[in-house]
């Protein structure tokens, strides 16, 4: 038996499953794609916080590896906060704090010294009397790779990069 053309344009049976067929890629997208926004932003905070506990890790250290304002090149006092940045202790001991941060020289360490310029009465006076080129400040950054959600399972081949950068004035222990 032979339904006419209009029969067929008027009937509604499957229009919801075909109507749902159409927006399920996006709707995943939409959903995936706020998850591995979230996931970002997390992982952002992450890289932020590691630098700034490295800084005040070294900041605290003892002025006596701030000599003539320059960090000892793969010192202690260079690896230490590295690994304070990377696991959050200075031995290493403990995990990482986010996946794709594969090396300590993903994080670097400089010192700079303010000489007072700046107008700041603290450059060589009270604890810094014996740095002539003014105050140790340290500076840690980190460059970290972000693995997206959609790169893991292999919808995306972006590369980003976490930044995040802190400095502390070196107090000494």
Request: negative net charge.
């Amino acid at each position: 038996m032979m339904r006419s053309l209009g029969q067929m344009l008027r009937d509604q049976t499957g229009a919801a499953a075909a109507e749902m067929a159409l927006v399920i890629p996006f709707l995943l997208v939409l959903m995936l794609g706020s998850v591995d926004l979230g996931n970002y932003f997390l992982s952002e905070h992450v890289v932020d916080k590691a630098v700034r506990d490295a800084s005040r890790y070294a900041a605290r250290l003892p002025l006596a590896e701030y000599t003539s304002c320059t960090v000892p090149s793969a010192g202690p006092a260079e690896q230490q906060t590295q690994r304070v940045a990377r696991f959050g202790d200075p031995s290493g001991s403990g995990g990482q704090r986010l996946a794709g941060w594969a090396a300590d020289n993903m994080t670097s360490v400089t010192i700079a010294c303010d000489d007072g310029s700046s107008g700041n009465n603290w450059a060589t006076s009270g604890i810094y009397t014996d740095f002539p080129d003014g105050a140790p400040v340290v500076t840690v950054k980190a460059v970290v790779p972000y693995k997206s959600l959609f790169g893991t399972i292999g919808l995306g081949s972006a590369t980003l990069n976490l930044n995040a950068e802190s400095q502390a004035a070196v107090t000494g222990a």
